[in-house]
């Protein structure tokens, strides 16, 4: 009977681990202009419900354990797309806002909210600095690494108490952050000038400077930490840098058109996914090779990127034409679209969210 009964166990965990890899997640998706996140149904791509967050949710993560969602909330007013030169590269101004237009931004809804995954609905919202744009969260989700745009600055916060640990001056706008495999330290990559800062995770100290060409979106690193990806969107270029020298080793010329956003390597490590904005388009590169292996039309200037959690499918953020794409990595085609009104800008798959 024990054995039966043991078998019967193992069957049901089974069925529980197979439901689990046919689609029981869910899709979040911020919608920066409607101040909300798009819930996803992962088995029929049915939109499960809206969640109001606050103002301009862009970034977006989720904790460790599935079941809270991270948004990054900010009260500083859009800014239009820059304007493109004749050869369709966009015309990079100094901030000329005056103090009246900066006065404008909303501080008090700068934040980062947290969103309950089984009751769909916002807890609370921590203080994060300000003009939180994007983030990411260490393996135990015990600490926050924010890029603070509109201060040139990083943020770090305990997860666990919502308390700010330290703040570390950067460059202008800054945007995207990404923490190496080891956890060892982070890039923060800031977008005027195309300056990328590699910080100690534990001292906090800038342990180099890394020059790459203007609007730097995003960061990816191989699983085994030894490169990383960070696109530079103006040129429509991939940058790979070694991560023991902290130096830039190659810089891939993408299609094109391409205006590179988010940088994905697949789990298995083998190809580099990357949204290519204003070109409609993801762009698939080998990870060693760097060889542009595919490229799959999606929706209108794709933004923020994710795998499903048994990594067949990609979805897209496509902030113009209010829906996300979503992409059969087996046979590198957009399968179908998702409405999401309100211009999404970031999207995450749970694991296990009904």
């Not at 439901?19 to 049915?46: C, H, P, W």
């Not at 015990?142 to 919502?162: F, K, Q």
């Not at 698939?284 to 067949?312: C, Q």
Request: net charge neutral; glycine share 8%; charged share 20%.
């Amino acid at each position: 009977m024990k054995a039966i009964s043991s078998l019967c166990v193992f069957c049901l965990s089974l069925l529980v681990a197979v439901g689990a890899m046919a689609g029981n997640y869910q899709v979040f998706v911020s919608n920066e202009k409607s101040g909300d996140l798009t819930v996803i149904s992962g088995t029929d791509y049915r939109v499960v419900t809206n969640i109001p967050v606050g103002k301009r949710p862009r970034g977006i993560r989720v904790s460790p354990d599935g079941q809270t969602v991270y948004v990054a909330l900010s009260g500083t007013p859009i800014e239009p797309p820059p304007q493109l030169d004749a050869h369709g590269n966009p015309l990079l101004q100094k901030n000329s806002a005056t103090d009246e237009e900066k006065a404008e931004a909303d501080k008090n809804a700068d934040g980062i909210g947290l969103v309950d995954v089984a009751q769909k609905k916002l807890l609370r919202k921590i203080a994060a600095g300000s003009d939180p744009e994007n983030f990411t969260l260490n393996a135990d989700g015990s600490r926050i690494y924010i890029a603070n745009e509109d201060v040139g600055a990083a943020t770090v916060l305990n997860a666990t108490n919502g308390q700010a640990i330290t703040f570390i001056p950067v460059s202008r706008e800054p945007e995207g952050v990404g923490l190496s495999s080891d956890e060892k330290f982070f890039y923060v990559t800031c977008e005027t000038a195309g300056d990328v800062y590699a910080i100690d995770a534990k001292s906090y100290k800038v342990l180099a400077h890394i020059s790459v060409h203007p609007r730097p979106r995003s960061v990816a690193f191989l699983p085994d930490g030894s490169r990383a990806f960070i696109p530079s969107e103006s040129v429509g270029e991939l940058n790979v840098v070694d991560t023991a020298s902290q130096s830039v080793v190659k810089v891939i010329t993408l299609p094109k058109g391409s205006r590179p956003m988010t940088v994905k390597v697949s789990p298995n490590g083998k190809k580099i996914y990357a949204t290519t904005g204003r070109a409609g388009t993801v762009v698939v590169l080998d990870a060693h090779t760097y060889e542009l292996l595919n490229v799959i039309p999606v929706g209108k200037r794709p933004w923020g990127m994710t795998f499903s959690p048994d990594g067949k499918f990609l979805f897209t953020a496509n902030g113009p034409s209010d829906d996300v794409s979503v992409v059969d990595l087996a046979t590198e085609k957009e399968i179908t679209r998702v409405k999401s009104p309100g211009s999404p800008w970031g999207v995450v798959a749970v694991p296990g969210a009904k």
